[in-house]
């Protein structure tokens, strides 16, 4: 079974641009999950897709926003970038089953490593 | 706010000593995850554990949660050069929406 894929995995970006990344899936996983790691704030959640509906969302500022199609493929976008969203962006997929999100094992990609100059 | 806390935050071991990482949360948790990222990599999902007391073991890896629910444990024997990385635990927001704290990891470095 094929794994988690990101695309694409490095990108370089200058300040007030905006950006789109893309995720797909291990098939059959319906939720996707979105996190930001950095050295100084480690692993962050973003937020979570399921059924092509945000069901959950971490503290990050309406610049970050997401979305899921139907074929449970994601997408994150970072609108006006600031220096500091640089880092490596990390999607995840799981089952979703019983339990809600957090009991769930996440598969993670490979992430989007983005610079921001 | 709710917090996970990991430490150390670096460890350095030769190879063939064991090595622990601690995760301590201020709040109760419901379940806790722990994940493997190697240099360059992306986290891989070890394993959860839920039940208050729980100890697991796969191989040389030994993970413990406390009774209180609030502090895990995950203890490696004889370690390898293999066993490099940074080590997670992850656990639950205690609210009712469904989110994720990861702590900030230990970097375990491996001495030959």
């Known amino acids: 079974k094929a794994g988690v894929t990101q695309t694409p995995r490095y990108l370089i970006k200058t300040r007030g641009q905006q950006v789109t990344l893309s995720c797909s899936p291990i098939?059959?996983?319906?939720?996707v999950s979105w996190y930001q790691q950095t050295p100084g704030q480690g692993l962050q959640f973003l937020f979570e897709y399921f059924s092509e509906t945000q069901r959950n969302k971490g503290n990050f500022p309406g610049r970050f926003s997401g979305r899921q199609f139907s074929n449970s493929r994601s997408e994150m976008n970072v609108s006006t970038l600031e220096l500091g969203d640089s880092a490596l962006y990390l999607c995840?997929?799981?089952?979703?089953?019983?339990?809600?999100?957090?009991?769930?094992?996440?598969?993670f990609g490979p992430g989007t490593r983005l610079t921001v100059l | 706010g709710q917090q996970v806390m990991q430490i150390p935050q670096y460890q350095h071991v030769q190879e063939g000593e064991d090595f622990t990482t601690y995760c301590n949360s201020s709040t109760t948790l419901s379940n806790i995850q722990w994940y493997k990222q190697r240099p360059g990599g992306h986290p891989v999902f070890l394993i959860q554990?839920?039940?208050?007391?729980e100890v697991k073991k796969q191989k040389r890896l030994t993970f413990q949660f406390g009774e209180a629910k609030k502090n895990s444990s995950l203890h490696i024997t004889a370690t390898q050069t293999t066993d490099v990385g940074t080590y997670f635990c992850a656990g639950p927001v205690v609210n009712r929406d469904d989110k994720i704290i990861f702590g900030k990891g230990t970097r375990l470095h491996i001495l030959p």
């Open positions: 554990l839920v039940k208050s007391g």
């Open positions: 098939s059959g996983h319906r939720s």
């Open positions: 995840a997929s799981s089952l979703a089953l019983a339990g809600g999100f957090s009991y769930n094992e996440q598969f």
